[in-house]
T-cell receptor
Framework: DADVTQTPRNRITKTEKRIMLECSQT?????MYWYRQDPGLGLQLIYY???????NKGEISDGYSVSRQAQAKFSLSLESAIPNQTALYFC??????????FGEGSRLTVL | KNQVEQSPQSLIILEGKNCTLQ??????????LRWYKQDTGRGPVSLTI?????NTKSNGRYTATLDADTKQSSLHITASQLSDSASYIC???????????FGRGTSLIVHP
């Protein structure tokens, strides 16, 4: 089993629908992140959490929210999806030295 | 503002050839620098880590260098293979916030 698991792996939805992407990890890491990747733009940080109940905005948090339900779980929500949120989303954890461990990604298409 | 710049943006080489990817950063304070390999549609995977005191580190056919004075790093790939085709991402960790700063990556294509 993967150390960082994302669900769903693929999702097609319509504009204004609410979407939740879920992430769970078995690494035992306190730090978790959500990133968005668009072609040619690299990975952009949406939100991050350094502990349960710790939530911090990243560089592109508008239109997104997160919940850190437990050390192992970090979910990303789009309250009202719009087409320009179509992207590949990655969840990651990091160890104390800063090495990142990524999930396999969730491909979201908003029509 | 912390920034990481990578060059070239893309690179095409023939199988068996060597190549070098560049990374310049302005992250301060510096903690460490990592190179990640990202296969298409997959999550990035760490290749090497460079700390302030390290100049060179190898991982198989991958060799990373770090010049902390000029804030530059390079990733050299020797005897390229088709499986090296991927995006290579330079990530710098700040010593203050420990938030990773990502470069946009270099897309490498290895042709037979």
């Amino acid at each position: 089993d993967a150390d960082v698991t994302q669900t769903p792996r693929n999702r097609i939805t319509k504009t204004e629908k609410r979407i939740m992407l879920e992430c769970s990890q078995t690494k035992g890491h306190d730090r978790m992140y959500w990133y968005r990747q668009d072609p040619g733009l690299g990975l952009q940080l949406i939100y991050y959490s350094f502990d349960v109940k710790d939530i911090n905005k990243g560089e592109i948090s508008d239109g997104y929210s997160v919940s850190r339900q437990a050390q192992a779980k970090f979910s990303l929500s789009l309250e009202s999806a719009i087409p320009n949120q179509t992207a590949l989303y990655f969840c990651a954890t990091s160890d104390p030295g800063g090495e990142l461990f990524f999930g396999e990604g969730s491909r979201l298409t908003v029509l | 503002k912390n920034q990481v710049e990578q060059s070239p943006q893309s690179l095409i080489i023939l199988e068996g050839k060597n190549c070098t990817l560049q990374c310049n950063y302005t992250v301060s304070p510096f903690s460490n620098l990592r190179w990640y390999k990202q296969d298409t549609g997959r999550g990035p995977v760490s290749l090497t880590i460079m700390t302030f005191s390290e100049n060179t580190k190898s991982n198989g056919r991958y060799t990373a260098t770090l010049d902390a004075d000029t804030k530059q790093s390079s990733l050299h790939i020797t005897a390229s293979q088709l499986s090296d085709s991927a995006s290579y991402i330079c990530v710098v960790i700040s010593g203050g916030s420990y938030i990773p700063t990502f470069g946009r990556g270099t897309s490498l294509i290895v042709h037979p």
